[in-house]
């Protein structure tokens, strides 16, 4: 189905032109507050601003750290207008960079100084937080099929300022905002190989990435995983994207948190990084701005040694099934049958792209009058592991 248009970054009325008019505009703002930077670097984001929204693409400085692989990805991007690229491949260039703009990868005192770590402490060390590591404590005496659902979900919707642990922690309830729901069988398929490899790739730090580390607990508590591979960012790429540094935040987090349950949870998790059974790992691939088909050999090979990948989040979903219109009743097992691992997906909507649903979900959907595709009031947990 290469015939499926690609999602494009500046079509008026859509998600991604909303993105890069509406959505950047003050993260850029927000990055300048957020950091004493020089007027060197503030002018170099209010250029990339300005490029980005009414200009052409242009290559990134040549000699730079990081570059060639960015010259070869962008050979038929550069001197067209950013709004006729396709989406994925242009948000991806925004944030390489702003890293730039901000002097990441260069050799003065702002070298690797994460333009966004003021915005994830925040989250990670708020209220919010505590109230939500508290409600762990509720869960211990609940029957496994209850606990492992109220874990899962506190994954799939963690950066939800609204839910977590507290929802989920209650009795169990029909949501009616999860279009689809394969968990049954992301668990049947675990069941059957007890003691294996499952790889977890992440997505957002702070408050979504504690709930992912408590499942990646459960897993290898209840040998449902005698190893989990944690795939992070190997450096800042989208707002809150996990880095190893953010991981290592969460699990102090939870292993100096004030509520019995969490502090076991990190004191095991701390324990599995040392015993090699909570294995971490950063590839450059995961700050690329491509679909997850263009995987290099070396990443491939590593993730077909797993028996389940459970992948997170918005960004990765469109890697995984391809940023494009697909018709929403496409097969999800359909797109993601290449992929070298039986995968499950675990994705609020807050873009365009969407697969797997019935056309009768799809009119009521649409009847309603709202951008469900986009609002990230509706979610998906999706599995090819029983097709």
Avoid at 169 to 195: C, F, I, K, N, Q
Avoid at 239 to 247: E, G, R, Y
Avoid at 311 to 327: A, C, E, H, I, M
Wanted: proline content about 7%.
């Amino acid at each position: 189905m290469t015939d499926v248009p690609p999602i494009l970054a500046g079509v008026p009325g859509t998600f991604p032109h909303s993105v890069f008019h509406e959505r950047h505009p003050r993260l850029i703002e927000q990055v300048i507050g957020a950091h004493p930077y020089g007027p060197a670097a503030r002018a170099g984001l209010r250029e990339l601003l300005a490029e980005s929204t009414s200009g052409t693409v242009r290559p990134p400085e040549p000699g730079g750290e990081r570059v060639a692989p960015w010259l070869e990805w962008g050979r038929e991007m550069w001197s067209r207008p950013w709004g006729e690229v396709p989406f994925l491949w242009a948000e991806s260039y925004f944030y390489r960079r702003l890293l730039d703009a901000v002097g990441y990868f260069g050799e003065g005192p702002w070298r690797r100084i994460d333009p966004f770590g003021p915005t994830k402490a925040a989250e990670l060390y708020g209220r919010a937080v505590d109230d939500e590591l508290a409600a762990l404590d509720t869960l211990v005496d609940r029957l496994i099929d209850s606990i492992r659902d109220a874990l899962l979900r506190s994954a799939l919707w963690g950066n939800q300022a609204d839910l977590g642990f507290r929802l989920t922690a209650e009795s169990g309830t029909v949501d009616t905002r999860l279009l689809v729901d394969d968990s049954a069988a992301l668990w049947a398929a675990l069941e059957r190989t007890p003691g294996a490899t499952v790889a977890l790739i992440a997505d957002n730090a702070g408050r979504e990435l504690l709930p992912d580390l408590v499942l990646a607990d459960h897993l290898l508590t209840e040998n449902l995983a005698g190893r989990v591979v944690v795939h992070v960012k190997p450096h800042p790429y989208y707002v809150s994207d996990a880095t190893m540094t953010d991981l290592l935040a969460a699990l102090r987090r939870l292993r100096d948190a004030d509520t019995p349950q969490a502090q076991r949870v990190g004191q095991r998790l701390w324990q599995a990084m040392a015993d090699d059974r909570l294995v971490v790992r950063a590839h450059e691939f995961f700050c690329a701005p491509l679909h997850f088909h263009d995987m290099p050999t070396d990443l491939t090979d590593e993730l077909t040694g797993a028996a389940m990948t459970i992948l997170k989040g918005d960004l990765n979903y469109r890697r995984l099934v391809g940023d494009r219109y697909w018709p929403p009743t496409t097969p999800f097992a359909e797109l993601v049958r290449y992929f070298p691992t039986p995968v499950t997906a675990l994705r609020t909507l807050k873009s365009d792209v969407v697969v797997g649903l019935s056309a009768e979900q799809v009119r009521t959907l649409d009847a309603a009058g709202e951008n469900w595709r986009s609002s990230g009031k509706h979610a998906l947990i999706q599995s090819n592991a029983a097709a």
